[in-house]
């Protein structure tokens, strides 16, 4: 059973930053596409990025273009979303999600299309 764990999470002032980490257990970790996605409250969870298993490609969601980043280390098996210029609309629970796959370079956008979910961790951007 593939396990998720983020770390990161926390209470910042607008403008300022944070760095996201999911860590995934098991030892293929290198055929994972990875997303972060997040839910504001009474809002639909939302994607706002992702990356292929091979590294090779990311994909981010309009909003956070330019301020946030996502890259993973295979040899920690861990995935990261550093988060810059935050602001009050960011403010939601961040959950990383998994999903194995043959197509290396391939980012999934979907939350239907990932199989493996963390607990989530709240983020907060105050003005």
């Known amino acids: 059973q593939v396990q998720l764990v983020e770390s990161g999470g926390g209470l910042v002032q607008a403008g300022g930053s944070l760095r996201l980490s999911c860590a995934v257990s098991g030892r293929t970790f290198s055929t994972y596409a990875m997303g972060w996605f997040r839910q504001a409250p009474a809002k639909d969870r939302e994607f706002v990025a992702g990356?292929?298993?091979?590294?090779?490609?990311?994909y981010y969601v309009d909003s956070v273009k330019g301020r946030f980043f996502i890259s993973g280390d295979n040899a920690k098996n861990t995935v990261y979303l550093q988060m810059n210029s935050l602001k009050p609309k960011d403010t939601a629970i961040y959950y990383c999600?998994?999903?194995?796959?043959?197509?290396?370079?391939?980012?999934?956008?979907?939350?239907?299309?990932?199989?493996?979910w963390g607990q989530g961790t709240q983020v907060t951007a105050s003005s």
């Open positions: 990356i292929s298993s091979s590294g090779a490609n990311t």
């Open positions: 999600a998994a999903r194995q796959t043959v197509r290396q370079n391939l980012v999934f956008r979907s939350e239907r299309e990932y199989a493996y």
